[in-house]
């Protein structure tokens, strides 16, 4: 009788840890969370094109960490810059980002996310991969996350889309741009403020 | 007459490859003549290249883009699909090719059956049949062959027409030659056909991402820089088959005070 109850509890409590390894891990509920309440903002057929791209750019500000992710863009010339100026491009970078997504924003209704898996690169560190089907898209789009976890707040980095990392491609122009101008903060602030006007007109217009 | 035919074949590919190279030897021409700033020290080819992005894009707004518009305003949305299924279908061989040569059999076998399903059932190539059964499309070429070998991409170089590319992936097109059953094949009108259906593909590659074109120049800060970045990601992500290496990615605390 003992052996048979030893038995029971033995193959409980791994039936325990098969589940628990089976659940979604911290990341991986965060992404799956947030790319819902995401989708929603962009489904909500209640909210006019202003109070979209409103509630979609307070979304992003919660979401994501876009003053680290500004430095991230700036690349080398962030080291020992004036932090005024760094300041000043993150709102600038945060302006241009949004308007970038915003002119898109029609273009989402009805998707679902499903997520797949994850891999952590060092701790705090992960990789959230998701597929994003259904709504306007024809084909199934794989999306990645790139989450970083610091005392239990977590926020996304990166995101991976049609194999383009955004982030790394923005550090990529802007650090062009900063080479191209001995490294002047000042001459990619003016860039972005220029191609943010260009991105809401053409917005404006469709 | 046979040998002749062979010797043909290969004459073809002695002179694309002496052409690669006359094209190369200009680069590394231009290259010398030209000093390279600091600022693009991981881009030797960076005055060739920025040259050749300028003619690339004047070739695109006077011929290529009018051509992509005209086609989308003539031919309706299943049309042109179909046209795509065509291409995608005809590449198949160069596909399955590469899939044996990287040691992925699975993969091959899927390329090899759905070769088989669309070219029949798929009228031609027409219907993309097996993917509605199931069996997805995925590409390969010689140039992911070559980098899955262990061979480094070199420098990043624009090439007229063809657009963004690196010293292997060049290769790989030309590589790519060999697998492609048209090379081998011998009948009036095959330069023509070859010739077709590399203007047909640009087109329908062009029609398709008209919009996205637009939306990325627009929204780039440097588009020399954005269409680098784009073409060094892609070919990463087609290389490791969609999956993530998550030690290749980049640190975001290193340029934290």
Known sequence: MRFLKRTFLTLFASLLMTSMASAMTLEEEFVQTRANEALAILADDSLDKGAKAERFRTFIDEATDVPRIARFVLGKYARGADPQKISTFTDVFRNYASGVYEAQLGNYAGEVIKVTGSQERKPGDA????????????????????IRTREGKVQVLDVQVFGIWLALQQRNEITAVLANNNGNISAAITLLEDKTVKGEYASNEQ | MESLEGDNVESQMVQIVLRLLALTGAVFTVAACSTNSAAHADDPLYKWNK???????????????????????????????????????????????????????????????????????????????????????????????????????????????????????????????????????RFDGRKAILAGRFGVNGISVREANLETVEMLRESSVNEYASLKSAYEQLRADAISDGKINVDDLPDFDEFEE
């Open chain 1, 127 to 146: 990789v959230v991969m998701s597929v994003i089907s259904g709504g306007q898209l024809d084909e199934p789009l794989a999306v990645n996350w790139r």
């Open chain 2, 51 to 185: 040259g050749v992005l300028a003619f690339n894009k004047a070739a695109d707004e006077v011929v290529v883009k009018p051509a992509a518009k005209g086609y989308r305003a003539v031919v309706p949305k299943p049309g042109r699909d179909g046209v795509r299924n065509v291409l995608d279908n005809l590449r198949s061989p160069v596909i399955f090719g590469n899939d044996v040569l990287q040691g992925k059999f699975g993969r091959a076998g899927k390329t090899l059956a759905r070769f088989g399903i669309n070219s029949t059932i798929g009228l031609a190539g027409l219907f993309d049949v097996a993917k509605r059964n199931g069996i997805e499309r995925h590409t390969e070429d010689a140039g992911q062959t070559l980098a899955t070998w262990g061979i480094s991409s070199g420098p990043y170089i624009m090439l007229p027409i063809l657009g963004p590319s690196n010293f292997r992936d060049a290769t790989g097109f030309v590589l790519d030659l060999g697998l492609e059953p048209l090379t081998y094949m």
